[in-house]
Nanobody, 124 residues
Framework: QVQLVESGGGLVQAGGSLRLSCAAS????????MGWFRQAPGKEREFVAT????????YLADSVKGRFTISGDNAKSTVYLQMNSLKPEDTAVYYC?????????????????WGQGTQVTVSS
């Protein structure tokens, strides 16, 4: 099994920045792809970003391109989501996910492991 724990969420004003972290533990050798999703109240879970374990493949949703960056530190088994120029519409619970598929995986079904989520609230 793999355990994922997110941290770094909070309340920030529009235009501000936050960095989310996702620490993986357990059978991490089985994970090839890590992703970030978000879910706002009353909405479906939405893809935000994904990266391969090697870091050579990354992809961001159009809604966050130019503002968010995904990166990883294999030595720490941690993935980060740097969020800049935050907007009120970025408000959501952000989830970290891990899976054993290879490539750009943008659907929740493509991931096997999920963190508990961390709240991000952007005030206007």
């Amino acid at each position: 099994q793999v355990q994922l724990v997110e941290s770094g969420g909070g309340l920030v004003q529009a235009g501000g920045s936050l960095r989310l972290s996702c620490a993986a533990s357990g059978r991490t050798f089985s994970i090839y792809t890590m992703g970030w999703f978000r879910q706002a109240p009353g909405k479906e879970r939405e893809f935000v970003a994904t990266t391969s374990r090697s870091g050579d493949t990354s992809y961001l949703a159009d809604s966050v391109k130019g503002r968010f960056t995904i990166s990883g530190d294999n030595a720490k088994s941690t993935v980060y989501l740097q969020m800049n120029s935050l907007k009120p519409e970025d408000t959501a619970v952000y989830y970290c996910a891990g899976g054993n598929l290879i490539g750009v995986v943008t659907t929740p079904r493509g991931y096997d492991y999920w963190g508990q989520g961390t709240q991000v609230t952007v005030s206007s």
